[in-house]
């Protein structure tokens, strides 16, 4: 007895912004399409890592069909656009948009504009990239920080830098001012370790007192 393959599903996707849309419209056409079942959020479309969105892909199987209403509601950016197409492919699904019909690849037409998909997000991948690079540099060359910002002001980092000697304490500093003593301890650990390090004897400078002559206890149990 054969056993009989699962029968292909029409899955749909329908997404609008967090805030002031519906829903309501795309559920209707989507329906009218047949797609069950329709995987909705609320969300984002820049956030590439939506929950509903993965949870289509998981479920995603081989002949299954994605349908959304614009190629607008799948994603924001052509990058991210190609990469979820392109995860539906790789599982042997298909990808159609209502309002776009040449994104369909069911299509001769539509596999087509998926390779031109591709070939654009290279392009804007790179785009972001030399984008990126340039405003680093631009920043690095006006002085500008990067990363981070620090907790402490520099006359903060001086004086506490100066209130750090020995005992080691980071009360001292952090009561004389506003500056916690996370933040210190955080700033200051490096250089206090640094610090212990240079000034600990070597192995070669330190003295071992000698044992007293005629006396039978060990200087290190006395």
């Known amino acids: 007895m054969t056993k009989k393959s699962p029968p292909f599903r029409h899955l749909g996707y329908a997404r609008v912004s967090p805030y002031g849309q519906t829903l309501d419209t795309q ?33 995603l199987g081989p002949g299954d069909a994605v349908t959304v209403t614009r190629i607008d509601r799948l994603a924001r950016s052509t990058f991210d656009l190609f990469a979820i197409v392109k995860q539906i492919v790789d599982a042997g699904g298909q990808f159609r948009s209502l309002a776009e019909p040449w994104a369909d690849t069911s299509t001769s037409t539509g596999r087509l504009m998926i390779a031109v998909l591709r070939g654009l997000a290279d392009v804007e991948r790179d785009l972001i990239r030399t984008r990126t690079a340039e405003g680093r540099s631009r920043a690095k060359a006006r002085g500008q920080h990067m990363g981070r910002p620090p907790k402490l002001t520099p006359q903060q980092q001086k004086e506490a830098r100066r209130r750090r000697a020995p005992p080691y304490s980071a ?19 490096t250089h206090t370790r640094y610090r212990r390090v240079a000034s600990a004897p070597s192995s070669e400078d ?9 006396s039978g206890v060990s200087p290190r149990s006395a």
Not at 35 to 44: F, G, H, Q, T, V
Not at 171 to 181: E, K, M, Q
Request: with cysteine; hydrophobic share 30%.
């Open 27 to 59: 559920l209707e056409q989507l329906r009218k399409e047949g797609c069950d079942p329709i995987y909705r959020e609320k969300a984002s479309g820049a956030q590439p890592t939506r929950r509903e969105l993965l949870r289509m892909l998981k479920a």
């Open 171 to 189: 009360g001292a500093p952090a009561s004389s001012g506003s500056i916690g003593i996370s933040a210190l301890r955080s700033r200051s650990a």
């Open 206 to 214: 330190t003295i071992r007192p000698s044992r007293p002559r005629g």
